[in-house]
T-cell receptor, first 110, second 118 residues
């Protein structure tokens, strides 16, 4: 399969702080998605970003496919941002399924 | 769109019982995926379908697990007999199914079914 590594594994932030989450992957991909798993366990799509940069409100993401990494930026964090952030990738030459990283657990404290 | 619908949301059963999890993909999507999330193994694929046909079931743990997709709007994942180690959250996901070599295909996840086998 493909290895997907996320860092840091845990992150504690003061409300209002900014953060960067990283995802490294070991093979060429044609799909990369960032998810937020909220405290109720739901997987919320944040970005579909196999390459390039996207922004959605306080969140933005950049994927550099040639260097096999992606970054998720969270600005002005809020307590509702708490949860686990997953990066998942789909290999170019392989099955259609997503391979998930182990996640970054973010806790935002007021 | 209602998104991917899964039922039940929670299931508690005794070891040895049959469990059936259900999924309705997003209308018009051609690919459907079953994933399982556990503390030990994280999120991993069990099986996926393209146009109702099972394509890759290499993630299905053993013969106790089976999945069907009788039509484009419904899929089931069955565990018979269930064991305590099957306790996990089971997610269903769907995608439009327009994947090419160059472009991937965004997947959308249901809310999951939390299964507890005692």
């Amino acid at each position: 399969g493909i290895q997907v590594e996320q860092s840091p594994p845990d992150l504690i932030l003061q409300e209002g702080a900014n953060s960067t989450l990283r995802c490294n992957f070991s093979d060429s991909v044609n799909n990369l998605q960032w998810f937020h798993q909220n405290p109720w366990g739901q997987l919320i799509n944040l970005f579909y970003i196999p390459s390039g940069t996207k922004q959605n409100g306080r969140l933005s993401a950049t994927t550099v496919a040639t260097e096999r990494y992606s970054l998720l930026y969270i600005s002005s964090s809020q307590t509702t941002d708490s949860g686990v952030y997953f990066c998942a990738v789909e290999r170019i030459r392989g099955a259609n399924n997503l391979f998930f990283g182990t996640g970054t657990r973010l806790t935002v404290i007021p | 769109d209602a998104g991917v619908i899964q039922s039940p949301r929670h299931e508690v059963t005794e070891m040895g019982q049959e469990v059936t999890l259900r999924c309705k993909p997003i209308s018009g999507h051609n690919s459907l995926f079953w994933y399982r999330q556990t503390m030990m193994r994280g999120l991993e694929l069990l099986i996926y379908f393209n146009n109702n046909v099972p394509i890759d079931d290499s993630g299905m743990p053993e013969d106790r697990f089976s999945a069907k997709m009788p039509n484009a709007s419904f899929s089931t994942l069955k565990i018979q007999p269930s064991e305590p180690r099957d306790s996990a959250v089971y997610f269903c996901a769907s995608s439009p199914g327009v994947r090419t070599i160059r472009d991937g295909d965004e997947q959308y996840f249901g809310p999951g079914t939390r299964l507890t086998v005692t």
